[in-house]
């Protein structure tokens, strides 16, 4: 098994949560946050969103708005755990066919997320696209981490469908879940980061990624065709064989299925390929079924997910697979362990670090 990565803090802002520990709760409590709340032409309903409630000086533009979640998810991380040395950070947006309203320069945000946030980031800090885009971000993280060139890496996604371009786009090609359209995705947002570092380069950690890999799907959902789920198998194969562990110790799946057809048939398929050893039962989490699908921050949602509730005991069993695909056709692997150190310390936010007040959760003191 190569060098592991350990996961030192995250942070995330989703519909049913403040920060990632509410939004780890929330999900397992089954709460969702779904709301008729995208216009739709009249005599038509509105459609169903699962926004992140928000002052409306938060959301000016759609360029404010990512700027505003991505800071508060990384200032929250850096509340839970401070660290000094040079620190990157290697982020995903939204891919850019899907032409955002956000129209995100790359040097620019990454400018405004220092400032916001509080934090100096290192120079070769990076952006990605997509919502397996997650491990893209990861492998540059850990060649970085590998190099020397930094001592810690902050790597995440921020992402909205809820706009125009996106809603217009998954309805007119039958994505989305409304009237005549039973089976579909529930657009949402969020942004979700963590903290890793190389094994033993720090004394505590949440959970550790024993193996990933990725692949590329050329039925993608934006082709005729259907995926076979060939190129799942093989990241999930290759990132079996990189953690050195038989299919079997795999005791908790979490998945991108976010409801559309296509991402159901392509899970059928190589789910029933690759998870071949009896089991009484593999659970599988669906983070779609409570916050929809938020793009670009799904995968990192994912991770944060397995890793809080595999340090909480939350979990069935002690290795979660998690499953990331993007709508351009790359499909990941992540596999997330236990950390073989003491566990961090309890989590506490920042002293006035909460900015959202959400309808049907509490603030956090």
């Known amino acids: 098994m190569t060098e592991t990565l350990e996961i030192l803090s995250c942070g995330a802002v989703t519909s049913i949560g403040l920060n990632a520990f509410q939004t780890s709760a929330a999900f397992r409590a089954r709460i ?54 040079r620190i990157g950070l290697v982020m995903t947006l939204p891919e850019r066919d899907r032409k955002h309203p956000a129209c995100i320069e790359t040097d620019e945000f990454l400018e405004r997320i220092e400032s916001e946030s509080g ?13 397996a885009g997650v491990l893209a ?30 809603v217009k786009r998954l309805r007119s090609a039958g994505r989305m879940l409304e009237p005549g359209s039973p089976q579909g995705l529930i657009p949402g947002e969020g942004a979700a980061f963590l903290m890793v570092a190389l094994e033993h380069r720090f004394r505590a950690a949440i959970a550790r990624i024993v193996g990933m890999a990725s692949a590329l799907e050329v039925d993608s959902v934006l082709v005729q065709r259907c995926s076979q789920g060939r190129a799942f198998m093989s990241a ?5 064989q990189e953690s050195s562990m038989p299919e079997s110790s795999i005791s908790l799946r979490v998945s991108s299925v976010n ?23 593999l659970p599988i989490w669906y983070p779609a079924s409570s916050v929809g699908d938020i ?10 997910l397995a890793a809080l509730a595999i340090a909480g005991g ?3 069993g002690p290795y979660a697979m998690c499953e990331s695909s993007s709508e351009t056709g790359l499909r990941a692997a992540c596999i997330i362990g236990p950390s073989d150190k003491n566990p961090a310390p309890p989590f506490r936010p920042e002293e006035g670090a909460c900015v959202y007040v959400l309808r049907s959760l509490t603030q956090v003191p």
């Open 137 to 166: 971000s990861l492998h540059s993280a850990k060649q970085l981490l590998l190099a020397g060139e930094v001592d810690a890496c902050v790597v995440g996604g921020v992402d909205s469908l809820i706009n125009d371009s996106d």
């Open 119 to 131: 934090q100096q980031f290192h120079v070769k800090s990076a952006v990605g696209e997509g919502g």
């Open 236 to 240: 999930l194969t290759s990132a079996m």
């Open 32 to 85: 969702a946050s779904f709301e008729e709340t995208i216009p739709a032409v009249p005599p038509q309903n509105p459609l169903r969103g699962a926004r992140v409630p928000a002052r409306a000086s938060l959301k000016r533009t759609h360029k404010d708005w990512f700027a505003n979640l991505a800071s508060r998810s990384i200032r929250e991380l850096f509340g839970y755990r401070s660290v000094k040395g």
């Open 314 to 316: 939350n979990a069935p």
């Open 295 to 304: 793009g670009a921050a799904s995968g990192t949602l994912a991770i944060i």
């Open 259 to 281: 409801g559309e057809h296509y991402a159901v048939w392509e899970s059928m398929f190589y789910a029933t390929r690759f998870y071949r050893t009896r089991r009484d039962r």
